[in-house]
């Protein structure tokens, strides 16, 4: 009698899931965590995540809604009130014109781009995304089927790619264009003339559509928040994505959405009742305090990563073999250290940003994250989301390290 094979679980997983992870963010905070947990004294600055408590209005709106026993489902695409506040909100500060029944709310921005993604690109559509980009664009195309197609820049362009480079790299497959600005990694922000640019090429050609990711338009620094989908003839062509995590620090209570045309909106509600259905329902009702209620501790919280952005700035600018771009927007900073890369100190051979970044972990107690995660080869990423007595470690740290190799 033949042996009967020895069950392996793992012999049934399908390429996917290899690529379903934030790859180096994920890696490199979990090291500084097991790092910690061996007693050694690391700053992290890894997580893109407010430091900052969500503020006391919303908290107390969702525990009005609990006790007023809005503990239940949700209908799919979110309550009528917050759908409605969120176009009121979209209207007045986007000027995007888009009716309540076309905004769906889903469980975190993150999932809203994957149901947007999911509703319209099928296998062998091309994705064009602009480099340097938030790591889960990519990954979530792949899920789907597309192709991306990745285009790169550099500080010399202020990490925007430019609209000639756009137009060249458009093809009969291509279907979507991704733009996140404010920009994470980068903290790049699109002025109006260079979004038109990006709209008359999308207009230019029928099929193609923008997904725009506008999660940090709370946090500007310089310039001005533009949406593109508020250019003529881009309501149509625009899947706008927003939420609740970085401006309003609400980044554990899971609340993100799409604001699209019909046909798409209705789509992506589709894709969300098979996936999770409605975002929690308490949570709705505090968002709706979020958009109505006063905004000083947004306010607040912008400033302190306006100050944390110059003081990163001051310090990064001072340190021998990084070059820094300027930082608009956002609370990233993405400087290059290409200068740095292939340099040796003692045994580590520093000839690539992983393992730069593992050096500074390991010898120097400070956790950064490669830039190759985000389409950025010569870079490293620092998320000044810390507070100031930590990002004033940290930096001292990289300075002594950096400058102290031959």
């Given at each position: 009698m033949t042996p009967m094979k020895k069950f392996d679980p793992a012999s049934l997983l399908v390429a996917r899931t290899a690529a379903a992870d934030e790859g180096a963010i994920i890696r490199m905070a979990q090291k500084s965590r097991d790092l910690r947990a061996l007693g050694h004294d690391v700053v992290s600055l890894t997580v893109g995540e407010p430091d900052f408590d969500?503020?006391?209005?919303?908290?107390?709106?969702?525990?009005?809604?609990?006790?007023?026993?809005?503990?239940?489902?949700?209908?799919?695409?979110?309550?009528?009130?917050?759908?409605?506040?969120?176009?009121k909100k979209l209207k007045a500060e986007n000027n995007l014109d888009y009716a309540a029944s076309e905004?769906?709310?889903?469980?975190?921005?993150?999932?809203?781009?994957?149901?947007?993604?999911?509703?319209?690109?099928?296998?062998?559509?091309?994705?064009?995304?602009?480099?340097?980009?938030?790591?889960?664009?990519?990954?979530?195309?792949?899920?789907?089927?597309?192709?991306p197609v990745v285009l790169h820049s550099g500080i010399s362009e202020g990490y925007k790619v430019p609209a000639s480079r756009i137009a060249a790299a458009v093809t009969p497959r291509t279907k979507l264009l991704i733009l996140n600005s404010p920009c994470n990694p980068s903290g790049a922000v699109w002025s109006p003339a260079e979004l038109e640019e990006i709209a008359a090429i999308v207009l230019a050609h029928p099929q193609m559509m923008v997904l725009s990711d506008e999660i940090y338009e709370y946090i500007i620094f310089e310039g001005t928040m533009k949406s593109i989908g508020a250019l003529p003839g881009m309501r149509e062509r625009t899947i706008t994505v927003n939420g609740f995590s970085k401006g309003f620090a609400m980044t554990g209570w899971r609340l993100g959405y799409t604001a699209a045309v019909e046909p798409i909106s209705k789509a992506i509600a589709r894709i969300q009742s098979t996936i999770t259905t409605g975002a929690n329902q308490f949570v709705q009702r505090a968002a709706i305090e979020a958009?109505?209620?006063?905004?000083?501790?947004?306010?607040?919280?912008?400033?302190?990563?306006?100050?944390?952005?110059?003081?990163?700035?001051?310090?990064?600018?001072?340190?021998?073999?990084?070059?820094?771009?300027?930082?608009?927007?956002?609370?990233?900073?993405?400087?290059?250290?290409?200068?740095?890369?292939?340099?040796?100190?003692?045994?580590?051979?520093?000839?690539?940003?992983?393992?730069?970044?593992?050096?500074?972990?390991?010898?120097?107690?400070?956790?950064?994250?490669?830039?190759?995660a985000f389409g950025a080869a010569t870079s490293i990423r620092l998320s000044f989301a810390a507070s100031e007595a930590d990002l004033e470690k940290a930096l001292g740290r990289i300075a002594t390290a950096l400058n102290g190799i031959s």
């Open positions: 969500t503020p006391d209005n919303i908290q107390q709106a969702a525990t009005r809604a609990m006790k007023a026993g809005f503990t239940h489902y949700s209908p799919v695409a979110g309550i009528p009130e917050l759908r409605a506040a969120v176009s905004i769906v709310l889903a469980n975190g921005a993150k999932q809203a781009i994957a149901n947007a993604v999911l509703s319209i690109i099928d296998e062998g559509d091309e994705v064009i995304m602009l480099a340097p980009f938030w790591v889960s664009y990519e990954t979530t195309v792949r899920f789907a089927g597309g192709t958009l109505e209620g006063p905004r000083g501790a947004v306010e607040a919280m912008r400033l302190r990563y306006k100050a944390r952005r110059d003081m990163v700035m001051a310090a990064l600018k001072k340190i021998e073999g990084v070059a820094i771009s300027p930082i608009p927007a956002t609370f990233y900073a993405l400087p290059d250290v290409s200068a740095v890369l292939g340099k040796k100190s003692g045994n580590h051979v520093l000839d690539t940003p992983e393992a730069l970044c593992d050096w500074l972990l390991e010898s120097h107690g400070v956790a950064t994250v490669p830039g190759t």
